[in-house]
C-alpha cells in the first residue's frame, strides 16, 4: 500500500491549492478515503471523508464550504480543493485510507501547506 | 461531539519499563469504534490498535489496548528504544466523522 500527497506549497491568504493522493497497492475504488491534517506542533484534525465510490463525502464543520473532497477511481486518485485558505489552514496534510471504516489503516507521508502573505 | 482526552500529556520512562496511557471520552464510544496510532517526528501516524484492543498488522506483542464505555488504556509492556513518541487515540462518529485526542508523548526518561 503507497499513498503519496502532492500539490502543497505556499499560498497567500485568500487563495486556493488543491492536493493530490496517489495510491497504489490496493483496491483503491473499494476504500473510503480521507483527508486529516496537522498543524505545526500541534495534534491531527480530521478534514473529511469520501466513499468509496465518491459518495457519502463528509466534512468537519470548520471546513465545510471552503474545502471540496473528491476522488477518481480511474485514476486511483484522490483530491482536496482548498479555497479561502488561512493562515490558521497551515499544517501538514495527509491522506490515510480507511481500512475498516472506523480507523485509518495507512497514511501517506503528508504534503505541507503554508498560508502566509 | 464527543471530546477525547488524553493522559498524562507527556510521560517520562526508561526503555525496559511499562507505559500506560489512557484515553478518556466525553461520552460513551463503543469499543468497535476507538483506535490508537503512533507517531515518531517527521513521520506521518501508524495504526496500532483499532477496535480498543486488536493490533494492526506488523505490531509488536507488547503494545495492548484494552477499556470499555468512557475509559480506554494503551499499554507498552516493555518500552524499547523506537517506541518513544507520541500517541494518539482516534474514536468514530457521526459528526465529526473521526475525532482525536490531544496526545500523549512518550519521552526517555
Known amino acids: 500500500v503507497q499513498l503519496v500527497e502532492s500539490g502543497g506549497g505556499l499560498v497567500k491568504p485568500g487563495g486556493s491549492l488543491r492536493l493530490s493522493c496517489a495510491a497504489s497497492g490496493f483496491p483503491f475504488s473499494t476504500y473510503r478515503m480521507t483527508w486529516v491534517r496537522q498543524a505545526p506542533g500541534k495534534g491531527l484534525e480530521w478534514i473529511s471523508s469520501?466513499?468509496?465510490?465518491?459518495?457519502?463525502?463528509h466534512y468537519a464543520v470548520s471546513m465545510k464550504g471552503r474545502f471540496t473532497i473528491s476522488r477518481d477511481n480511474s485514476k486511483n486518485s484522490l483530491y482536496l480543493q482548498m479555497n479561502s485558505l488561512r493562515a490558521e489552514d497551515t499544517a501538514v496534510y495527509y491522506c490515510a485510507r480507511a481500512g475498516g471504516l472506523y480507523y485509518l489503516d495507512f497514511w501517506g507521508q503528508g504534503t505541507r501547506v503554508t498560508v502566509s502573505s | 461531539e464527543i471530546v477525547l482526552t488524553q493522559s498524562p500529556g507527556t510521560l517520562s520512562l526508561s526503555p525496559g519499563e511499562r507505559a500506560t496511557l489512557s484515553c478518556r471520552a466525553s461520552?460513551?464510544?463503543?469499543?468497535?469504534?476507538l483506535a490508537w496510532y503512533q507517531q515518531t517526528p517527521g513521520q506521518a501516524p501508524r495504526l496500532l490498535i483499532y477496535g480498543a484492543s486488536i493490533r494492526a498488522t506488523g505490531i509488536p506483542d507488547r503494545f495492548s489496548g484494552s477499556g470499555s464505555g468512557t475509559d480506554f488504556t494503551l499499554t507498552i509492556s516493555r518500552l524499547e528504544p523506537e517506541d518513544f513518541a507520541v500517541y494518539y487515540c482516534q474514536q468514530y462518529g457521526s459528526s465529526p466523522m473521526y475525532t482525536f485526542g490531544q496526545g500523549t508523548k512518550l519521552e526517555i526518561k
Open positions: 461520552q460513551s464510544v463503543s469499543s468497535d469504534y
Open positions: 469520501v466513499g468509496s465510490s465518491g459518495n457519502y463525502i
